[in-house]
């Protein structure tokens, strides 16, 4: 085996706080572009950055449950909408503040994934996907089956947070939406960035690779198992909650199976186990759609053709990038990236 | 072994290009006109609809029939010399993708205003947008009483009517007709199946209605709920329900062989869409006999009545500016909806704020006239749409509309009254003033 913490034996105590000032600063200057990309774009692509935002913090935690842990989910659709609803509710119902009612999203559907990763530690494979997809069809449905609290198809609606007033009463909504739903990703970016590069992080990778070698070196597999899906339920709640307060919903029709199916597309796209790869898969949910509808339209078609080629484009260029980039856009950018810095010297 | 580590330098790289892709993927779009959207020669409107997904089916058609009307308008001149576009987003029913689109149409297209967005659980998510930014939010596509409320949303109106009201009127006629008979509901678990719903029990008494079965859109399977009305005993099935689940409810129906008297919603019934999904359904074992011979009822002249002049007029307009799609109720709707439209801007006046359109339809909205059967319910408190519908019957695979307009408000116990007076012929040319 390839022991994932081999690759530093070298490394020493003392490392790990350089590599946590590393991280940081790495997060900051994140957030500054982040902070100076919403300062000079128009309001539309400020909500654009805003859902880049929440699903990178979906998209993160997916990576590190299906890349770094090697398990699969078809249901972070579902956990989204229990990190939405749970805003809703305390938003709209009980009038909490944003912050503390997000971090209330993220307890819940730690909650929640901590019931479904302990059964999903059971499962394997094709059975697990199985698993996770019931969820992500069923949980959608109890919106319908208790109408009175979660208003039913229809959904819940809440009030636009407001910006606070010494940022002046000009102050565009959607860049402080795009503020919350940013520093939300950033914290996700420091959280999982860290986690990844520590025992923990190794200690998914061990599993990912061989469960029984990884008992062999005192792993519990199930325990290591259930806690990668329940950090990455947490993400996704996050990212549901963040979802709710740009988009101020939380309804059945926004979780449906199509969201699950391609938030895990974006994260093969982007590059599998990433966060890099999360970042490119946030840009392809939110940008892809636009370009392929520009694109459809911008042929004189038939409206029954126009309607159904976005589509039909955005199936292609998932198996054209497939085809190009088996490993995502990530693993492209790297062997790019590779090729250059080796290409001047002459290898051994 | 698959390597899997971050690389952090990569992240601040990948910000800045996605900065830069942002960017470049946006145009700037400023208008130097005191009205968005508004120029001397134009007038852009934006529209959610769900082109793909569950709801496509038939409501697909509408907002390019609405185009057709405009086309037709704009090759006779427009409306003071400005010619009318339509923006048309696809949302996919998903309210999601309706937030996205119409902050895209209103913030960075630049659209006067959002007309016909489709949907309840998808339109509900932007009204408080559209009237916080002072959008003019005209007569959206479904009949929810949601919109109907001047005093807290002043910029949105609604347009067919109200599903309370419909459900009064169906409620009515089966008292009337189908007296001592048990009843059961098969409805959209949303506004528009509670709302019918509710207008049905104010008018039916509740010892007659033995059965009432919700269904969830994207669950196809509604045996249980079908299996429940025919085990109750219902001899008559109202359906609040959209083609697709009108087309699957019957099915499941006629494979339990039960076969009650059907009643169903306008919304549900277009003899075009739900034959075609239940011969798409079926594999071409069944058609539009499935549902031949139920009750219904509509606020516009049926599609299929050849004789009556909106129709004319708006077949002739299909032929020339839509000719892929089939002429069904969908494509009436879009057109008719269309033609208030136009009427409201010409009232409104050549020089068109968004103000001014939501004023005017305030001050003069009552007197709107045009292919609907009844009147507008619209002034400044009331945004409600058309006032009442006229019963009807799919005959022959078509909708025959009979005994003449009724009107009544949305509330328990105030009355249903008819309405006599006649439908105006249509202008030779553009839109007539009131």
Same mark, same amino acid.
């Given at each position: 085996m390839n022991a994932p913490g081999g690759r530093a034996p070298n490394r020493v105590r003392g490392v790990g706080q350089s590599r946590l000032v590393r991280s940081l600063g790495l997060v900051v200057l994140a957030g500054v572009v982040f902070f100076l990309a919403s300062e000079t774009l128009g309001a539309y692509d400020d909500l654009q950055l805003a859902s880049g935002a929440y699903y990178f913090a979906v998209l993160a935690g997916l990576t590190v449950l299906t890349g770094t842990s090697g398990q699969i989910s078809l249901g972070h659709g579902a956990l989204m909408a229990v990190g939405a609803y749970t805003l809703c509710l305390l938003?709209?119902?009980?009038?909490?503040?944003i912050a503390p009612a997000l971090l209330a999203a993220v307890a819940v559907s730690a909650v929640v994934g901590t019931a479904v990763g302990a059964a999903a530690t059971r499962l394997r494979g094709p059975y697990l996907a199985g698993a996770t997809l019931a969820f992500a069809v069923g949980l959608p449905a109890l919106a319908d089956k208790y109408p009175s609290t979660f208003g039913g198809e229809n959904g819940l609606v809440i009030n636009p947070p407001t910006p606070p007033s010494w940022l002046g009463a000009s102050f565009p909504l959607e860049r402080w939406e795009a503020w919350i739903a940013g520093i939300g990703a950033l914290v996700v970016m420091f959280a999982i960035g860290n986690l990844l590069k520590s025992g923990v992080g190794r200690a998914f990778r061990a599993v990912r690779d061989d469960e029984i070698a990884a008992s062999l070196c005192g792993l519990h597999v199930g325990r290591v198992q259930t806690l990668a899906f329940v950090l990455s339920a947490a993400c996704a709640g996050l990212g549901g909650g963040l979802l709710a307060v740009v988009l101020q919903l939380a309804a059945p029709g926004a979780f449906e199976l199509q969201l699950s199916l391609s938030l895990l597309t974006a994260i093969v796209l982007g590059g599998l186990g990433t966060l890099m790869g999360a970042i490119w898969g946030a840009a392809v949910l939110v940008l892809l759609p636009n370009w392929t509808n520009d694109l459809a339209h911008s042929f004189s078609l038939s409206t029954q053709v126009s309607d159904n080629l976005p589509l039909a484009l955005y199936g292609l260029v998932l198996i054209v990038a497939m085809l190009v980039w088996p490993s995502g856009v990530q693993g492209a950018l790297r062997r790019i990236a590779g090729g250059l810095r080796r290409s001047p010297s002459v290898q051994g | 072994m698959n390597q899997v580590s971050i690389r952090p330098r990569a992240v601040g790289v990948a910000c800045a290009l996605i900065v830069a892709l942002v960017v470049a993927g946006c145009g700037s779009s400023s208008s130097s006109s005191s009205a968005p959207g508004v120029t001397a020669t134009s007038i852009t409107f934006g529209t959610h609809q769900p082109l793909t997904g569950p709801a496509a089916p038939g409501y697909s058609e509408i907002a390019p029939a609405s185009q057709a009307f405009f086309d037709y308008l704009n090759a006779q001149g427009g409306i003071y010399g400005r010619k009318i576009h339509l923006v048309i987003k696809n949302d996919e029913y998903n309210p999601t993708q309706t937030v996205s689109v119409v902050h895209q149409m209103v913030l960075q297209e630049n659209v006067f205003g959002i007309f016909e967005g489709l949907g309840t659980p998808t339109h509900t998510k932007v009204v408080g947008f559209l009237n916080s930014e002072k959008v003019p939010d005209m007569f959206v596509a479904s009949g929810c009483a949601c919109w109907d409320n001047g005093a807290s949303q002043p910029y949105t109106f609604g347009w067919q009517p109200n599903y309370t009201i419909e459900g009064k009127i169906l409620g009515q006629y089966l008292k009337q007709h189908f007296a001592g008979k048990k009843v059961g509901v098969f409805y959209q678990d949303d506004d528009f199946g509670t709302g019918g719903l509710a207008g049905i029990k104010y008018e039916l008494p509740a010892s007659q209605i033995v059965s009432t079965q919700p269904y969830q859109p994207?669950?196809?399977?509604v045996a249980p709920q079908i299996s429940a009305i025919k085990a109750a005993g219902a001899e008559v099935l109202v359906d609040f329900t959209v083609p697709i689940y009108t087309a699957l409810g019957q099915l499941t129906s006629f494979t339990l062989g039960y076969k009650p008297q059907l009643v169903v919603s306008n919304v549900g019934i277009d003899p075009t869409t739900v034959g075609g999904l239940l011969k798409t359904f079926s594999k071409g074992k069944a058609g539009t006999e499935l549902i031949e011979g139920a009750i219904t009822d509509g606020y516009l002249p049926s599609s299929s009545e050849t004789s009556n002049s909106w129709i004319a007029l708006f077949q002739k307009i299909h032929n020339q500016y839509?000719?892929?799609?089939?002429? !069904?109720g969908n494509v009436e709707y879009g057109m008719a909806n269309a033609y208030t439209l136009a009427q409201a801007l010409q009232l409104a006046?050549? !020089?068109?704020t968004r103000e001014k359109l939501v004023d005017v339809v305030n001050e003069k909205g009552a007197q709107l006239s045009g292919p609907g059967l009844v009147p507008f319910r619209y002034s400044k408190s009331e945004h409600g749409g058309y006032s009442g519908v006229e019963m009807g019957q799919v005959r022959n695979g078509k909708i025959v509309l009979f005994g003449g307009p009724l009107v009544t408000e949305p509330t328990a116990g105030s009355p249903i009254t008819p309405y006599t007076t006649a439908q105006p012929a249509p202008p030779a040319s553009g839109v007539s003033v009131p």
């Open positions: 938003v709209g119902n009980e009038h909490w503040a | 994207g669950v196809t399977n839509d000719p892929s799609a089939p002429f !069904d006046g050549k !020089d068109l």
